[in-house]
């Protein structure tokens, strides 16, 4: 059993490597798709309950974010890994950029999102932390 939380501002590439790498194993819980924090709650619970392999698809910039997920995944007997998004503000932006329709996150709502970054550690509950770069 496997919980994977996504760690990164908007642009980095998180739901990109999601549907790379764990799309056909994972169940994928985004607020993008699911709009609130109930059937967040509601998804979590019943992959949690089942076993199911969950991928956590979302911004998850701050500390206290991550561990409501790491602290029920860990719970429920789950191993987790954090995958950071290591990504230039630039490099964001201009992946942003060529995203089209609600998708596309306006510039201050970016800049926002990577000053508020804090810098995930190992030391949160993660039992393996990756860092993706992009080249």
């Not at 760690?7 to 194993?25: A, H, L």
């Not at 967040?40 to 997920?69: H, I, P």
């Not at 789950?78 to 290591?86: A, L, P």
Request: proline share 2%.
């Amino acid at each position: 059993m496997e919980a994977v939380i996504l760690i990164g501002v908007q642009g980095s590439g998180k739901s990109t490597f999601y549907r790379e790498k764990f799309f056909d194993s994972h169940v994928r819980i985004s607020l993008d798709l699911l709009r609130t924090r109930q059937r967040e709650r509601v998804l979590m619970q019943a992959c949690l309950a089942t076993g199911q392999r969950f991928a956590v698809d979302n911004t998850n910039v701050l500390r206290v974010d991550r561990a409501v997920y790491i602290e029920a995944a860990k719970a429920a007997g789950f191993r987790v890994t954090g995958y950071f998004f290591d990504v230039e503000l630039k490099e964001a932006l201009r992946r942003n950029g060529t995203r089209e329709g609600t998708a596309k996150i306006p510039v201050p709502g970016v800049i926002g999102t990577w000053k508020r970054l804090e810098r995930p550690e190992l030391s949160e509950g993660f039992d393996e932390l990756v860092v993706v770069k992009h080249e």
